[in-house]
């Protein structure tokens, strides 16, 4: 197998084709969305995904949640690096802190928020393949501004009216904690 190559863009340095590679995650490509933070996946562009297993390193501000609440046909795994955060798990909540892991297999329904006053710093690893999603109406999503008022399989729909995610560079002092 050969290295893939590592382009530099306004952004960060983004994989380019098939093949292994060592990147730094500081000097990866970042996306910023305003209700749900700061991630990395360390992937690049469509021949530089991640087919088999997705990945990324996520940084949230007190009261930002990771994404909508959802559950999926793939599972999904998250261990906590820094800071606090409240899992909701079937509609009920969790207080989660530095080294917890979240084990969700298929169809739990679950999303991470957020919480302390300190940035929550966490690693997302999840099954790619399946096609099976749903973001289920949740009275303590919604609390939490995580979940959506009218159930959907749609992405688009879940996410309806939220601001566009950007690409930027990694913020110094993100993963500080």
């Known amino acids: 197998m050969k290295e893939a ?61 990771a ?39 298929p169809w739990t329904k679950h999303v991470i928020v957020a919480a302390g006053s300190e940035p929550l710093i966490v690693i997302a690893v ?3 393949g399946k096609p099976g999603l749903v973001y289920p109406v949740d009275e303590t999503a919604l609390k939490h501004g995580a979940g959506v008022s009218q159930e959907t399989t749609s992405g688009d729909e879940a996410y309806a009216g939220t601001s566009a995610v950007v690409r930027t560079r990694y913020v110094e002092g993100d993963l500080s904690a």
């Not at 969305?33 to 530089?48: D, K, L, P, Q």
């Not at 207080?95 to 917890?100: H, Q």
């Open 67 to 105: 994404c909508m609440y959802h559950g999926e046909e793939a599972q999904e795994d998250f261990l906590v690096l820094a800071g606090q955060g409240i899992l909701i798990v079937e509609g009920e909540e969790r207080p989660l802190k530095a080294w917890d892991f979240v084990h969700c297999p």
């Open 126 to 128: 999840g099954a790619r």
């Open 5 to 65: 190559r590592l382009n530099e863009t306004e952004h960060g340095l983004l994989p380019e084709g098939e093949g292994w590679y060592v990147l730094n995650t500081k000097d990866a490509v970042w996306a910023d969305s305003a209700e749900f933070g700061r991630y990395t996946r360390w992937e690049g562009n469509e021949e530089a995904r991640f087919p088999q297993v997705g990945m990324n390193i996520g940084v949230l501000q007190p009261g930002q949640p």
